[in-house]
């Protein structure tokens, strides 16, 4: 099952005082099923966010970038902010799993790594990014298909949101796209968001306003372990 976001200010789930262990990482993977209804002519719209209290950082956040169907993720910790786009295999009105996976190493465009349905693509690199940038993480609000300030809201579907404290390998990307479970080495959240409760971190998101569950990613999860089989027999 999954949530339908409807781009509607009041309407999201949230966790208040929320610290899921990110605060001084230098690795982390993000994950989404999402299924993109329409995109905002203006504003970046948030797939999910963790945001620093007393602060405008975020410890992360995933997002559409305006008028486009492209993914970014962003991490934020004092005047870094290192980010990295991809719109490869993404459009309209289809279940799509989207993965974004970073270890520090090169400070570089090669230390994020994108994936869709379990294959890497193409990314774009951008923002300031120093030596020694680690993560910024404290008790504060954790929202999905909105932003922690409740004005950029998502519009479509959204399922099982991840959150890992390590790098996942090419492998592993593949294995999340064909079983939101199957990765659970370093998995600090997730939440299938119908149910609403988080399956590693424990607790509940909390619904404000409507947000009705529906039909999931499960026929598109099918599709690709159909394809991964098919792939077997060919080679």
Known sequence: MARDFDHNNANYLERTS?????????ELSIAAWINIDNVDAALNTRVCCKGVAASALQTVEMELIQ?????????????DTPNW????GIGLDTWTR??????????????GIW??????????????????????EDSNIYTIGNAESHNRPFDGLIA????????????????DAIDPLAVQSG??????????GD???GGSMTITGTVPCIAGPKAAIGQLLSNKRHQRIVL
Do not use: H
Request: aromatic share 10%; glycine share 6%.
């Open 18 to 26: 929320t610290n899921l262990g990110m605060n001084g990482l230098t």
């Open 67 to 79: 008028n486009t169907t492209t993914v970014q993720v962003i991490m934020e910790s004092g005047t």
């Open 85 to 88: 786009t991809t719109n490869a």
């Open 98 to 111: 989207i993965l974004f996976t970073w270890k520090r190493n090169a400070i570089d465009a090669t230390d």
């Open 115 to 136: 994936y869709v349905n379990g294959s890497s693509v193409a990314a774009t690199f951008a923002g300031t990014y120093t030596a020694g940038f680690t993560l910024t």
């Open 160 to 175: 099982y949101v991840t959150i890992w404290n390590r790098q996942l390998t090419a492998a592993e990307a593949l294995a």
């Open 187 to 196: 998995m600090i959240s997730c939440v299938p968001l119908c149910p609403d």
């Open 199 to 201: 399956i590693k971190f």
